[in-house]
Each structure stands twice: as structure tokens, then as C-alpha cells.
């Protein structure tokens, strides 16, 4: 298999990380004899600091022309600390999805049972835990139109969906429900918002269409609630962008950090795969920075965007097999106890490709 992939480091972590998630590719490729071609582009503030765009023409263009894309993170600490700022790192992300059509997050919190003591929650309500997001990307508060008074006291954002919007992704999140357990929770604020009634009555009538599928409505304060409380309630959870944002960053503690996850952004082309983790300024080039969320993410893209699940599979069970042999990054380790083998961005990545090596010699001579 030949693929054009593009990668797209951003801000903070990014690079940091990015350099292992596309390591991984490299190594899947050289196994199993693909051909992955590389290239790189700018986006969020390291794009406004040389162009003066968030997004730039030249990256878009390759973004197009690419099979798929590997990104790292976005974001500074520059512009959380000047909100007057017109131009800024986000508008980039927002406006690559819109570009691309990229209409569905899927985010899935994937538990190793290794790190079952590295959330704040505790493990027996924890084990068992597999969930799917499926959060909708180009509607919403994101996309609304926004106004500020003249007197600079007033401000609003609209929230906005069409039908189709909420169609496309419920079409999405029940055919992968029929996969798994065939059980779809959709999560909204119809007792308030008119946006939420709207979804709610659209996701009702095509639950219609897939009867083999259980199907429940659940308002966004009682699913933060139950995602803590328990967890094992859910596998397929559909939702808006704005409620969608914020479970799914509630749901890194599940898995124990925000380091651990892995996303995809996908419509009908071009897939957008990251780790939903931020440009974390405060430890950029410290190599403290958690890889395997782009390692994952680089699975995910594997197995969504080229449909390669024999190699998506091995590449995670290679993160499972590096964690239950104790290593650990900063974010993931008990500081506690002595148990496990802290390392750094740059060990836990080569130490993933090593035991990828291993793994597959393993598997051979079995």
C-alpha cells in the first residue's frame, strides 16, 4: 500500500510528540513492506509567527493532496492571555475541518488495565471501561456567529445546527454501534436549548432506521455526572461539538491522561488523526511530553483512514506490552511508589519502536 501522509506539528508538544507518532508509521511501513511518503506543514501559531495565517494556503493544499494527516497540538500561551487578539492558533483547526468536510471526532477512551492506578477515580469502577465518542465538528457554538456590543460589555455566540449536520454523524455513530455492543447513548440539552431539540428529534428519527441498536437520550449535566459515577454505562456516545469537547477531556481521566489519547477527524476524504491533548507550553522541551497519545493516534489512522487492522492491532498492543513491562512517562507514573521506569518523550518513543521490533519477531517465530 502506497500512502501520502502529512504531517503537521503545530504548537508546544507538538513536534515533540508528532516525531514518534510518525516514527511508528515508518516502522509499521518497513514491517509489513508499505510505502508511506512523508511531508510536513505549518498551522496554529508556529504558521502566524512565519505567514501571519493560522492556516496558510500552502498547508491546506497539501492537506488536500494527502491520504492523511498526522497533527500534534495548537495553541499558545500568547493568546490565552490576550483574548482581544483577532488572529489566533485555533482558527486554524477550525477552519481545516471545515475545509476538509471533517464532520465526525471519533474519540475513543481506551483503557490499559497498567494504568487503572494512574486515574483519580477508582479501578472497580474504572476496569471494563471501552467507550466511543463520536463528536460532530462543523456545527455548533464553534461555527455560530459571534458579536460583541460596541461597548465591549456584551457578547454572544450562536448556536446553530442543520439537520444534515446531525444526520451525517448519527448515520456514523449507529453503524458503529451495530459493531460493538449495540448500545448508542446520544447526549443533548433538549429541556433548554432549541439546537439540543432539534438534534434530539433528528437523532430519533434515524434511530428508526437502525432498530437493532438501543438507543438513549441523556441531558449533557447528567452524562458528565454518569461518566464519572460509571462508566461502563456507555460505548457509543454521540454528541454535539461543545459537549463533545468537554466529555471527552473529563474522559481522559478514565484512561488516566490526556497523554493516552488518541482521536480521528474524518468526513468523506482526507482523515485528521491526533492526540486530543493540548500545545502544553509549560513543558515544551522539557521531554516530559507523553508520546504514545500520537502513537495511538498514528493506530487510529492505520486502521480508520487506510483500513490496515492487522498493523493498527499490533501497534497497540505494543503501547499495552511497553506499559505492562512498567515504563511509564511523567503524567502516567505513580510518583509514589518506585515501581515503574520513568522516562522521557524521546526513551518512551524509542523504546515503542523497539518493542515493536520484538513483538513482531515474537509473533514470527511463533
Keep these: 500500500m502506497k500512502k501520502n501522509i502529512l504531517v503537521i506539528p503545530g504548537d508546544g508538544i507538538g513536534p515533540e510528540v508528532t516525531t514518534w507518532g510518525k516514527a511508528a508509521l515508518e516502522k509499521i511501513a518497513e514491517i509489513f513492506g508499505h510505502e ?7 498551522m496554529g501559531h508556529a504558521a502566524i509567527e512565519v505567514t501571519g495565517e493560522p492556516l496558510p494556503d500552502e498547508t491546506l493544499e497539501k492537506a488536500r493532496k494527502s491520504d492523511a494527516i498526522l497533527f500534534g497540538a495548537i495553541g499558545h500561551a ?16 477550525l477552519k481545516i475541518r471545515k475545509e476538509l468536510g471533517l464532520f465526525a471526532n471519533l474519540r475513543p477512551i481506551l483503557l ?3 494504568l487503572l492506578q494512574a486515574s483519580s477515580i477508582k479501578p472497580e469502577i474504572l476496569r471494563g471501561t471501552d467507550i466511543l465518542f463520536f463528536r460532530e465538528l462543523t456545527g455548533d457554538v464553534y461555527f455560530g456567529e459571534k458579536t460583541r456590543s460596541e461597548d465591549r460589555n456584551t457578547a454572544s455566540d450562536l448556536m446553530i445546527y442543520h439537520r444534515y449536520e446531525v444526520e451525517r454523524i448519527a448515520h456514523k455513530a449507529y453503524q458503529a454501534a451495530q459493531q460493538r455492543s449495540k448500545r448508542l447513548c446520544s447526549v443533548d440539552k433538549a429541556n433548554v436549548l432549541e439546537s439540543s431539540r432539534l438534534w434530539r428529534e433528528t437523532v430519533q428519527e434515524i434511530a428508526k432506521q437502525y432498530p437493532d441498536v438501543e438507543t438513549e437520550h441523556m441531558f449533557i449535566d447528567n452524562a458528565a455526572m454518569q461518566l464519572i459515577k460509571n462508566p461502563k454505562k456507555f460505548d457509543v456516545v454521540l454528541t454535539a461539538n461543545l459537549f463533545g469537547d468537554i466529555l471527552t477531556d473529563e474522559a481522559s481521566q478514565i484512561a488516566g491522561s490526556m497523554g493516552m489519547l488518541a482521536s480521528a477527524s474524518v468526513g468523506e476524504s482526507t482523515g485528521f488523526f491526533e492526540p486530543i491533548h493540548g500545545s502544553a507550553h509549560d513543558i515544551t522541551g522539557k521531554d516530559l511530553a507523553n508520546p504514545l497519545a500520537s502513537i495511538l493516534s498514528a493506530a487510529l489512522m492505520l486502521e480508520i483512514g487506510f483500513g490496515l487492522k492487522e498493523e493498527a492491532k499490533l501497534l497497540v498492543d505494543t503501547v499495552d506490552a511497553v506499559l505492562k513491562e512498567g515504563f511509564r512517562t511523567h503524567d502516567i507514573a505513580d510518583q509514589t511508589t518506585n515501581r515503574f521506569k520513568v522516562l522521557g518523550t524521546a526513551e518512551m518513543g524509542k523504546l515503542v519502536l523497539k518493542f515493536l521490533s520484538q513483538k513482531l519477531t515474537a509473533t514470527t517465530k511463533a
Excluded: I, M, T
Design 78 to 93: 500568547k493568546y490565552d492571555n490576550d483574548p482581544s487578539l483577532k488572529v489566533r492558533p485555533e482558527q486554524g483547526l
Design 112 to 114: 490499559f488495565d497498567e
Design 36 to 42: 508511506f511518503v512523508f511531508d510536513e506543514a505549518l
